[in-house]
């Protein structure tokens, strides 16, 4: 039996098993590259636990909706699984499978003893008012309830979810358990038990491994960022505190663009009348700029920040920037890489350069299970010595063995999850 091979047929699939594809694409690659036998490939290819359920939703108004959501566990040989939950509108099952195998890979090559799993539900938490959000949320975790826990599986925030949805996912967990256990979820509140430097981590990851890429001064560096949301944002924010020119930003409402000469966009003043207007649309201290635009500006450095597939066989000719690191997972489809690879461009790939954010859940969980807590000084430090050590064994891997970056982040997360899988051997 071999692994599934990416349908030629993009156009006829949906954004969610074209990701599918895509991991499965870079899996095979790397598997290739291990030479890793059938079963083992077929193994890995396939979640290990899978499930769908369906919400019903009570409405304000009294109707009943019901939308679908899922938990997927893609791999737990090397530890609980772990991967946030997406409430966005155009989640499925192959989208959520996809995000879950990527956190396996994220999670064994930044050295964190968890395997890899992910949720979601498809719905527009945009047309929720809180109160059917929170009713959303209780009922989707009572649904899963027999998957998750703190030795099984630790959700944590994606798209569409924040630290509201993690307290009422502890809540209606530590409900049912009688007890608290605020080690079920990270990106917890603090006042449950959250880390310090959790909220800012992925972005903070991101930066870390922008400007480990960059290898020279950050000082007047070009930055376009796609998605504004808990990620894009403080990337943005990080990287101009850095030294850079993060000249345009975009998120569902538009895109708008201030020139480098101009001093590029005030991410601070941006970040204030995003919170008071819900979207970057109409800012006054900048121009409007198509959507699209952004992905082909003559910047040094190019942020996708928002969801799977942005950069794509289509536009990936017309990208500039030199440096694209992927704060969103899944950005790029196999035939974009290509192109930027040929084209001379650098790719971080999302499973090194977004891994921040698992890392701090990661040391969010260890100071739940010593009931303590560090400073945001200790956090930060243990945060950038693993992003920058896989920075620098990707980037030897990488030089040493002719690969991309992506190829050589696969082939040392791959690498650990089968070689977890040898060890352990198979039962019965
Ligand atoms: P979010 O919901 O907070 O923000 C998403 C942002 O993307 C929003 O600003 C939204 O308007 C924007 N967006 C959506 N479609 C867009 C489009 N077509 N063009 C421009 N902008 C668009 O989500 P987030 O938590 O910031 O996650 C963003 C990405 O980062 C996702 O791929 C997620 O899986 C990944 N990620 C998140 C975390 C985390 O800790 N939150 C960790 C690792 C990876």
Known sequence: MSIMVPSKTPALISPGRQALDSALHQLDQAAEHLGLDNGLRTVLATPRRSLTVSVPVRREDGRLDVVQGFRVQHNVSRGPAKGGIRFHPGTDIHEITALAMWMTWKCALVGIPYGGAKGGVSVDPTVLTTRELE??????????????????DIPA???????????????????????????????????????????????????????????????????????????????????????????????????????????????????TWVSETGGVSGYRHADALPLDDLLELDVDVLIPAALEGAITGANAPRVRARLIVEGANGPTTPEADEILTANGATVVPDILANAGGVIVSYLECVQNMQAYSWSSGEVELKLRDLVESAFSEVKSMAAARGLTLRQAAHVIGVGRVAEAHQMRGLYP
């Not at 009713?135 to 099984?152: A, D, F, H, S």
């Not at 530590?174 to 990106?187: C, D, F, K, Q």
């Not at 880390?195 to 890429?213: D, E, F, N, P």
């Not at 796609?226 to 943005?236: D, P, S």
């Open 157 to 271: 925030p994606d798209v569409g979810t924040d630290e509201q949805t993690m307290a009422w996912i502890m809540d209606t967990y530590s409900v049912s358990a009688g007890y608290s256990v605020p080690g079920v979820v990270t990106g917890k509140p603090m006042t449950l038990g959250g880390s310090l430097g959790r909220s800012g981590a992925t972005s903070r990851g991101v930066q870390i491994a922008t400007l480990a890429a960059l290898g020279r001064s950050p000082e007047g560096m070009t930055v376009a960022v796609q998605g504004f949301g808990k990620v894009g944002a403080l990337t943005a924010q990080y990287l101009a505190d850095a030294g850079c020119k993060v000249v345009a930003v975009s998120d569902i409402t538009g895109a708008v663009y201030a020139s480098a000469s101009s001093g590029g966009l005030d991410i601070a003043a941006l970040r």
């Open 135 to 152: 009713r959303l949320t209780r009922r989707y975790v009572n649904e899963i309830l027999p998957l998750i826990g703190p030795e099984k």
